[in-house]
């Protein structure tokens, strides 16, 4: 009789999830078509750059990257360049999320609106405006050149570009933390005694590091690989203004293809790293989120 | 510590939060700030901690203007509606957060921590996170964070609003009775008049910003000072009449109105709690409305009886005893009288 009943209960089951299953030609067929499109776009000619970097082996490879003085220049360049631009950003980031989230102020949806428009301007576009304010024909360019201070064509007007394009990764991953966290803490906090600093050190930062080192992880990620931006400040002095990316092209259009993918091929290391510690980080701060949201209340027993 | 609140205040944008407010909290009391939603009880909490700045007024403690002093510099503890624990400190670290950034020394800190832990009664649970507790454990963590700083006064805001029934009956007892022991100048927010008339040594009703009546529980509730404390403490039948000669009238029933001896006619409304309501078979010489009993809720330890008055279309709550309801045998349909033990006439006004 149980046996009868439970076979029965398992024929059913297996109905239902029958009339559900699409057909077996619709599941390999789409399946198929995915996976195609990824090895078409993503996949190949990912391991195409390592394939051409390393094509002339590892020696070659070294010295591609070393012994090209131009080269290693790109390199530290771009290592000097995009900390300084992710240190602006953190540092803005953090007081446009935390005067967003926590103040009511006039001009508080323009900021917000504001911080996006980087992402929306071509980065062509935002160096040709740096060239406006800071080239020689700019506005500032006939003082700047009195005080022999240069931006336009020299490391200034890099970090400048960089800052500019990246400036929306800090304040957007921060906003939708710190709106979830709430400030209550920080109110408790300031009515335990704690100073602004303390507020900060020690119940608003813990609250949103996973956050914040995705935002800084995204924004090093772009100001490593910006090109259009800082292409048009940069001037393409070889050996001087040349970053990572800018090498790249000049390498290509150079017919040095070992060369350029030796340095694209450390581009796209750089990238592999960034997506990595992301997953982590994604996965990090989506528990923070869902801890925040989380309904306070649990029913419990009171002694 | 005493604190006196004098002529509070507090606008925020167009609506007016608090309007020329006063409360007096004398030295050891526990005060309930009673009111609905919107009465502005939060925000006076708020400046009273000075966690929000008044427009106007002062906040007094002791004898001390502290109007201008900082959350820090006043040394108020403040428990939190949600609690608002730290949730990436362990119970040991919330309750230590006062006392760390006011750099105690270590093993006075951790002294101080245990011995609090002991009053709230949640010894052993110094490793845990916020997210570990229940509902009760974390306002008692709360509380006990409050109270490491040594407050000079500890304020409450709703303090057992999240949390369910059963659970917020006992906390409200042991609040009342860790009260009796530590004699901290305290005031707690609610909009539960149960709560604050079970808690309070003195209670403040509030309403749209302004205090409507503040004084003993017993009191405020016998002596109800308007028809919005009336309205706001409790169930309560209304009825439209109008008085002259010191004579109150709805439809058949006429009660004495001493409070308007004036001869000019004019409108007035009865206030009548259900427990205060008789319901008899016969008219019994007193004045009684006419009523058919529409429907009986016996389920509980008193019978809740709904009639519909036969003369004029008004609805009537009464409230009897069980033996009451027993020795009537009422059921839904009958035809009773309902008389009044204690009616409290309220006049609007006089405008000219």
Not at chain 2, 166 to 193: A, G, P
Request: glycine share 8%.
């Amino acid at each position: 009789m149980h046996n009868a009943k439970h076979t029965s209960a398992a024929q059913q089951f297996g109905m239902h999830r029958a009339t559900h299953r699409d057909p077996k030609l619709v599941q390999w067929g789409l399946t198929l078509a995915a996976l195609l499109t990824i090895s078409v776009l993503i996949v190949i000619p990912l391991v195409n750059v390592f394939y051409q970097a390393f094509a002339g082996g590892l020696p070659t490879y070294w010295e591609n990257l070393v012994r090209d003085s131009d080269t290693l220049n790109s390199i530290l360049l771009t290592l000097a360049v995009a900390p300084l631009a992710v240190v602006a950003n953190l540092v803005f980031g953090l007081a446009a999320a935390w005067a967003i989230t926590r103040f009511q102020f006039p001009g508080r949806s323009l900021l917000t609106a504001l911080i996006d428009l980087p992402f929306s301007v071509s980065p062509v576009v935002a160096g040709l405006m740096l060239m406006l304010l800071f080239g020689l024909q700019g506005y500032f360019g006939p003082w700047l050149q009195e005080h022999n201070w240069k931006i336009i064509f020299s490391t200034p007007g890099l970090i400048l570009a960089t800052c500019f394009v990246t400036l929306p990764f800090v304040a957007r991953e921060l906003i939708p933390v710190m709106e979830a966290i709430g400030p209550e803490e920080e109110i408790a906090a300031i009515s335990l005694g704690a100073d602004g600093w303390q507020m900060f050190w020690r119940v608003t930062l813990p609250n949103i590091k996973w956050g914040l080192l995705y935002g800084v992880i995204l924004c090093n990620a772009r100001a490593m690989g910006e090109f259009g931006a800082v292409y048009v400040v940069s001037g393409h002095i070889t050996g001087r203004t040349d970053t990572m990316p800018l090498r790249v092209e000049k390498l290509f259009q150079e017919y040095n293809n070992p060369g350029s993918f030796a340095v694209a091929s450390l581009l796209t290391l750089l990238a592999l790293v960034t997506l990595i510690v992301k997953v982590l980080l994604e996965r990090k701060t989506r528990l923070e989120l869902a801890e925040a949201a989380r309904v306070v209340h649990t029913p419990g027993e009171a002694s | 510590m005493s604190i006196s609140v004098k002529n509070i205040t507090k606008r925020f944008g167009d609506f007016t939060a608090l309007d020329n407010v006063s409360v007096e909290v004398p030295t050891g009391s526990l005060l309930a700030l009673l009111g609905p939603s919107g009465s502005g009880k939060t925000t006076l909490l708020r400046i009273i901690a000075g966690l929000e700045i008044a427009d106007s007024g002062s906040v007094l403690c002791q004898d001390e203007d502290v109007t201008h002093h900082s959350a820090r510099q006043r040394n108020v503890g403040f428990v939190f509606q949600h609690y608002a624990l730290f949730r990436h400190m362990n119970v040991f670290e919330n309750v230590a957060f006062g006392m760390r950034v006011r750099k105690q020394p270590k093993k006075l800190i951790s002294e101080r921590v245990r011995e609090l832990l002991h009053l709230v009664r949640l010894e052993g649970l110094e490793r845990r996170y916020p997210a570990q507790l229940s509902g009760g454990q974390r306002q008692r963590i709360a509380l006990a964070r409050a109270l490491a700083i040594q407050p000079k006064v500890l304020l409450l805001d709703e303090p057992f609003g999240a949390l369910d029934a059963k659970v917020r009956q006992e906390l409200r007892n042991w609040l009342r009775r860790l009260h009796d022991e530590i004699h901290t100048t305290s005031v707690f927010v609610t909009h539960d008049q149960e709560e604050a008339f079970e808690v309070a040594d003195k209670v403040v009703v509030m309403n749209q910003g302004r205090v409507e009546q503040a004084g003993a529980p017993h009191e405020v509730f016998e002596r109800p000072a308007n028809p919005f404390v009336m309205d706001f403490l409790g169930n309560v039948n209304v009825f439209h009449g109008r008085v002259q000669n010191g004579r109150a009238l709805v439809g058949g029933l006429e009660v004495d109105c001493p409070e308007y001896p004036h001869q000019e006619s004019r409108p007035a409304t009865m206030y009548v709690r259900p427990h205060e309501l008789e319901i008899e078979h016969s008219p019994n010489g007193a004045a009684s409305l006419k009523a058919r009993v529409e429907r009986i809720n016996s389920a509980g330890s008193i019978a809740k009886v709904f009639l519909l008055a036969v003369e004029f279309p008004v609805g009537l709550n009464v409230e009897i005893s069980p033996e009451r309801y027993g020795e009537l045998g009422l059921k839904a349909g009958d035809t009773v009288y309902v008389s009044p033990r204690k009616v409290r006439v309220f006049v609007p006004e006089y405008v000219i």
